[in-house]
Nanobody, 121 residues
C-alpha cells in the first residue's frame, strides 16, 4: 500500500482544512488508518484513527470535538476534517495504515509523506 497525503496549507486561527490520504491497492478497504502529526521540535503524536469499515474511531483528547476522521473505501481515501484550528495545530500531518494494527500507537506499517499545516494567529 502506498499513501499520499494532501490538503495542507496556511490557514488562520479558527479556520478549517480537510486533509486527504489517497491509497493505492485494491485491498485498502481492509486496512485501519490513522493520522499523526509532528510539530517543529516535537515528537510525532497521534491524532486520530479509524478502523477498516469506518465504524470505529479514536481521537487524541486534544483534537476530540474539533477533528473528524472518515474514510471512503470506494475512493481508497481517508480524510481528516480539522475545524477551529489553533496555532498549536501547526505541524506536518502524516497518514498511516495497517492491515493488522489499529490503535493510537505508531505501529502502522505504511506511512505517507506528510502534508504541512500552518495555522497563523
Amino acid at each position: 500500500v502506498q499513501l499520499q497525503a494532501s490538503g495542507g496549507g496556511l490557514v488562520q486561527a479558527g479556520g478549517s482544512l480537510r486533509l486527504s490520504c489517497a491509497a493505492s491497492g485494491r485491498t485498502f478497504s481492509k486496512y485501519a488508518a490513522a493520522w499523526f502529526r509532528q510539530a517543529p521540535g516535537k515528537e510525532r503524536a497521534f491524532v486520530a484513527a479509524i478502523n477498516w469499515s469506518g465504524g470505529n474511531t479514536y481521537y487524541s483528547d486534544n483534537m476530540k470535538g474539533r477533528f473528524t476522521i472518515s474514510r471512503d473505501n470506494a475512493k481508497n481515501t481517508v480524510y481528516l476534517q480539522m475545524n477551529s484550528l489553533k496555532p498549536d495545530d501547526t505541524a506536518v500531518y502524516y497518514c498511516a495504515a495497517d492491515l493488522y494494527y489499529y490503535g493510537i500507537g505508531d505501529r502502522y506499517g505504511y506511512w505517507g509523506q506528510g502534508t504541512l499545516v500552518t495555522v497563523s494567529s
